[in-house]
C-alpha cells in the first residue's frame, strides 16, 4: 500500500492547465531527487495525458501527489475526464503513431515512461487514468 | 551524508511535527514544565555529564570512539548544550533542526545505536536519580518524569530516522557505483567513447546502459560510440531491441553507435527480429569496429544519407 | 512575427532557431508556421533548430518538431535538430516515437557543419 504525502487538484480545462499540471509534476519530481530521466519520464507521460483530457476528454481534473510505501518515494498522477470514454481499449493502448492528436500515442507511449498505469474508461462514460513512477534507489 | 541529503529525506515540516508531538503526547504544558525545571538543570548539569562519560569511556567499545582528550571536552561541552536543551521549554522546527544535526553527527562518527540508546537509558537514571530529590510531591516528581521521558523519546525518535536515512543514503550511492562500475565508459579517441558491456543485460540494466551512454556522448561531446557486446552473456531478441533503441536514442542526440562484438548467434537474432540493419554499423570484431569509427569520425554528426535510412525501420504505420 | 517569443536568426544562409521556452501545443503550431514563412521569404538553403533547453519533449511536440523538418525540406531547406537532451532521447524512444529520416547533430556548430556538407559548402 502507498501512503499519500501531498496532494494538488489541478483543473485541465484550457491549454494552460496542461502546462501547469506538467510543471506541478517536474517540480515535484525535482524535489523529491528524481533523477533527469525519471523526471522527464513522469512529466511527459504526465503531458500526453493531460493532454488527451483536455482533448479528447473535453476537459477534467488531474491530481498530483506524493506517495511513499516502505521508504520509497513517489509520484502519483490521476486524470478524470467526463468525456466519450475509450471504445476499444487495446487499440488504443498498441499505440498507433501516424496522426498527430491520436489517443494511442498518448496512452501506449505513457505506459512504457511510468511504473504503473491503471486505465478504467468505457464508452460513455468518461476515462479514469493513474499512473505512477517510484524513486529508483 | 550530508545534511541538506537528510533534510530532504525526512521531510520534516510543520505537519509532522504536529502529528508527532501528538503521538508522543508532548504538549505545551510539558515543554513548560520542562522551562521551570532550567534551575534544576542547570544546578547538575556537569554532574550528569560527568557521570554519563564515566560510563561511556569505561567501556572498552565506547571509549573507541572518542581518541582523545580533546574530542573528550568537545562532546562533552556537547553534552552539556544538549542537556540545557532539554529544558528550554520549546520543541519546534528549530529544535527538530538542532537535533537532526546531533543525530548525523553521531552517526558521522559511527556510534552505533545500541551504544546511543544505552547511553541515553543512563542518561535518564542519572536525570531520574536527582530528581527525586528536587521535589517534595511524588505527583510533582512524576510529571516532571513524564515529561523528560517523552521529550527524550522524542529525540531518540529522530536519532533513529537519522541512522536509518543514512543507511538508505549510502546504499543509494553504493548502487550508483555499482552501476558506474558496470557500465564503464572509456574515451578511447577524439571523440570516439567505447562501451564494453560485460555480463547479463536485463531491462532495468539495459535502461540505465542507455542512459549511461547518452549522457557520456553528451559530455564529451562524442560524435561515436562503438557498444561492444562479446561479453554479453546472452543476446536474446529483447536485448537486441534494448540495443537498437540505444542506437536510435544516440541518433537523436546527433551521434553514432558502432556495434561490435556481434557474433554469428546475434547476427541470426538480429536478423530474425527483422530490424533494419542498414542504419546500423556494426562489426564482428571490436578492433575493425574502431576502423569504421575512425573513417565515420570526421564527419560531422548523424543524419547524414546512411542515417536517412533509419526511416526504414518500422516507420510510421 | 506572431506573439511567441522564439526568434528566428539568420546565420549566413541558414536559418538558426533556438527555442528555450516550454512549448505549449499552439505555441508550438505558430512556431512551425512562422518558420515556413520565414523560409518561403528568405529562401533559406538550411534550418538548424536548437532544442538544448528544452528538458521535456512531448510527442506532440516532437511530431511538430519533426513535420517541420519534412516541410521544410519540402520546400527545398535541409533541417538539422540540434542539441537535444539525453534525457528527451530517452523518453522519445522509450515512447515508441519514430522519428523517420529526422537530421540530428550534437550542437549548433555540428549542425551548421553538417548542413555545408550537405549543401556542398555552397
Known sequence: MSRSVSQHALPIRAEDDVVLVRRKVRELADRLGFSSFAAAAITTATSELARNAWVHGGGGDAIVEEVERLGQRGIRVTFTDEGPGIADLSRAMEGGFSTVRSLGLGLSGSRRLVDEMELDTAPGQGTRVVIVKWKRL | MVYQHLTARLRFDEAELRSRREFFELHDEDLARLARLRPFAEKYMDDIVESLYELILGHAESRRHFPDQATIRHVKQAQREYFLGLFAGRCD?????????????????????????GAYARYLRLIFDRLLHEFESREEFHAAQQSIEK??????????????????????????????????????????????????????????????????????QARIIIIDIAGVAVVDTKVADHLLKTTEAVRLLGARTVLTGISPTVAKTIVQLGLNISAMHTRNRLADGLKLAMTLVDRPAAGMADDALVSDVGGDQ | ??????????????????????????????????????????????????????????????????DTGQMARLMGTEAVLVGMRPEVAATLVRMGFQTRGLRTALNVDEGLALLGELLGRG
Open chain 2, 151 to 220: 521529550l527524550v523519546a522524542f529525540d531518540m525518535a529522530i536519532a533513529m530516522d537519522t541512522y536509518i536515512a543514512a543507511f538508505v543514503d549510502s546504499l543509494e550511492r553504493h548502487q550508483a557505483a555499482v552501476r558506474e562500475l558496470s557500465t564503464p565508459v572509456i574515451q578511447i579517441h577524439d571523440r570516439i567513447l567505447l562501451l564494453p558491456l560485460v555480463g547479463t543485460v536485463d531491462t532495468q540494466r539495459a535502461q540505465q546502459v542507455m542512459e549511461r551512454v547518452l549522457m557520456a556522448v553528451v559530455e564529451h
Open chain 2, 93 to 117: 522546527l528549530a529544535y527538530v533542526d538542532d537535533r537532526l544535526r546531533i543525530g548525523l553527527a553521531h552517526e558521522r562518527v559511527g556510534v552505533p545505536p545500541k551504544l546511543y540508546i
Open chain 3, 1 to 66: 512575427m506572431r506573439d511567441h517569443p522564439i526568434p528566428i536568426l539568420r546565420v549566413g544562409k541558414t536559418l538558426l532557431v533556438t527555442i528555450q521556452i516550454e512549448l505549449r501545443d499552439t505555441v508550438a503550431d505558430a512556431f512551425q508556421e512562422d518558420i515556413l514563412s520565414e523560409i518561403e521569404r528568405m529562401g533559406a538553403p538550411g534550418l538548424v533548430i536548437d532544442i538544448s533547453g528544452l528538458d521535456t519533449v512531448d510527442s506532440y511536440v516532437a511530431r511538430v518538431l519533426v
